[in-house]
């Protein structure tokens, strides 16, 4: 009889053992699958969000390609904004421009009277200047001016060899301006034609050029007021005279100067030019305010 409840005893303490090894094995099993329904998820949203940065990247260079064709070239509208410049406005406005820049000798003097005078101008840089003064010219665009293209070379047998060769010096220039501004995306869109764009013996090809520049989304720029600095006037009173006299009447001015190393007599004229146009209400803008870039 003891013996029988001894073993039965002995019975229930191995079922008791049992039902807690079954009891462990349930616990364990639900606690694995958990965490490995939860290890599941989470590599699926790592996927997903891997996917999701894959995505936000292409759009992204998307993005940056669009914008950088979009800066590239001009379009018609930008086009016709630039070549309506002359037309008359309600509201008077100068464009203060300079050519054949930037020089060590003249071009810091000028930037810093524009600074003082709060006034952004247009540089109409030659390629060959920009190569020698980069720093020169990044400061005219950290400063908010607009940079256009004169060209490369400025001798008049080179660049007026074809249509074409305009072309050329334009593409040559330009790269030489988004070399020095660190910028591959910067464009210069506006051309200003060494010695004009009409007349003289080069008219036939510089019409033909003007064309081709068109054709590839860039402007041409002339002017309508000049201090005649670079050809003939040799004194302050001389260059404001020619000033006065070819200033006067108009409401959209783009006047021409130069900012070359030998142009000192400009910059001493500039206060007097600036004088002027703030005296007759008119508010200086640079090609940036005209094309809305
Ligand atoms: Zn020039």
Redesign the pocket.
């Known amino acids: 009889m003891y013996d029988l409840i001894i073993r039965n005893r002995k019975l229930n303490k191995l079922k008791v053992a049992l039902v807690i090894l079954v009891l462990i094995l349930i616990i364990m099993v639900i606690f694995t699958s958990v965490r490995l329904v939860q290890m599941y998820k989470v590599s699926k949203t790592i996927n997903e969000y891997n996917i999701w940065i894959e995505k936000f990247n292409e759009e992204k260079a998307k993005k940056a390609q669009e914008e950088a064709n979009r800066f590239a070239t001009l379009n018609s509208e930008e086009l016709d904004k630039i070549s309506n410049i002359y037309k008359h406005q309600d509201n008077k406005r100068v464009f203060l421009t300079f050519?054949?820049g930037p020089s060590q000798a003249v071009t810091p003097y000028i930037l810093d009277l524009l600074k003082q005078e709060n006034i952004k101008a247009s540089f109409?840089v030659?390629g060959v200047k920009a190569e020698a003064n980069p720093d020169i010219l990044k400061r005219e665009y950290n400063e908010g001016h607009f940079i256009g293209n004169?060209g490369y070379s400025?001798k008049y047998k080179e660049i007026y060899a074809t249509s074409q060769a305009v072309l050329d010096e334009y593409n040559k220039a330009n790269q030489i301006i988004k070399d020095a501004l660190g910028n591959q995306n910067y464009n210069s869109l506006v051309f200003?034609f060494?010695?004009g764009s009409s007349g003289g013996p080069y008219h036939d090809v510089k019409k033909e050029a003007k064309e081709l520049l068109k054709q590839n989304g860039i402007a041409s720029l002339d002017w309508n007021a000049l201090t005649n600095d670079?050809a003939g006037a040799s004194t302050k009173d001389e260059i404001m005279q020619n000033f006065y006299d070819t200033v006067e009447g108009k409401t959209s001015v783009v006047l021409l100067m130069?900012d070359a190393s030998d142009k000192i007599l400009t910059y001493e004229c500039l206060p007097d030019i600036i004088k002027y146009f703030k005296d007759n209400g008119y508010t200086f803008e640079s090609l940036y305010d005209v094309l809305g870039r």
């Open positions: 050519d054949d109409f030659l004169h400025h200003r060494p010695g670079a130069h």
